[in-house]
């Protein structure tokens, strides 16, 4: 799996730019999906606060799946691209150019199923519940104070790189759904917080409140809203790449370094 991840980052740092921008397009408007369908859960107050958190999750996974076996660029999965660099396949300088332009694909993608939800009405779904969950999903947020976003920040992205790494050993379709599906469940279930789904959920719940659709919810201050996207995004850099690229490459290191591939 080390020398899968290795083999993947090369591919992505060598791959022409265009393609890796589109792809990272894609990855923001998959994730994205994944985001929305989490508000029509989360618009059900029928449903207990676990059930709630539970089901968002199950849902809001469709978002990795479609990254994992479709394929696209998503920055947090990305962070693994660190395992490549570590074992001198490509200079640092490469990485963080792929990283950064990855990450402004993932939020073009998700600001454009933005403009698409808001001119399809999407916020009126349920009696314009889904409306008032956009915006409450966005105040929670943006008032998160920044050690809590980034902490929540690094949690996540630990179990989202866990299920893209799990998805290395993955033969089938049915192998990356399982291994990308209980992760994201439980980064939902748990309240972390993740970049490029947010860069859905602070757009799309700022604008609509300023179109009157947020009902109740507090007001989201943008200036909240860029913090959280700033400290969640450094959060996620820590958890993916340096706690579990880095972990997975120091402990298997050696072995990489002379050669040993398992297939246990």
Not at 105 to 121: P, R
Request: aromatic letters at 10%; glycine letters at 14%.
């Amino acid at each position: 799996m080390l020398h899968k991840a290795a083999d993947v980052g090369e591919i992505k740092v060598s791959s022409p730019p265009g393609r890796s921008f589109l792809l990272a397009v894609m990855a923001g408007l998959f994730i994205a999906t994944g985001a929305a369908c989490m508000l029509v859960v989360k618009s059900d107050s029928s449903l207990g606060f676990a059930s709630s958190q539970i089901l968002g999750g199950v849902v809001f996974s469709v978002g990795l799946v479609l990254v994992v076996v479709a394929g696209a660029e998503l920055f947090t999965g990305n962070n693994l691209m660190v395992i490549g660099c570590l074992s001198r396949r490509y200079s640092p300088g490469k990485l963080v150019g792929s990283w950064l332009m990855v990450y402004a694909g993932n939020f073009l993608g998700s600001l454009l199923l933005v403009l698409i939800l808001v001119g399809s009405g999407f916020a009126g779904l349920n009696g314009g519940a889904v409306g008032v969950a956009a915006a409450g999903v966005a105040s929670s947020k943006a008032s998160l104070p920044p050690i809590a976003a980034f902490c929540r920040g690094i949690a996540c992205n630990v179990l989202v790189c866990l299920a893209v790494w799990m998805s290395f050993a993955g033969h089938s379709i049915a192998d990356k759904f399982f291994s990308c599906v209980m992760p994201v469940m439980a980064f939902v279930a748990s309240g972390y917080e993740h970049c490029v789904a947010n860069m859905f959920f602070l757009p799309y719940g700022l604008i609509v409140q300023a179109l009157g659709q947020g009902g109740d919810a507090m007001a989201v201050p943008l200036a909240g809203a860029c913090s959280n996207l700033l400290w969640v995004s450094l959060g996620n850099l820590v958890g993916g790449a340096m706690l579990i690229g880095c972990g997975y490459w120091l402990a298997y290191r050696k072995d990489m370094a002379a050669g040993v591939r398992s297939n246990g």
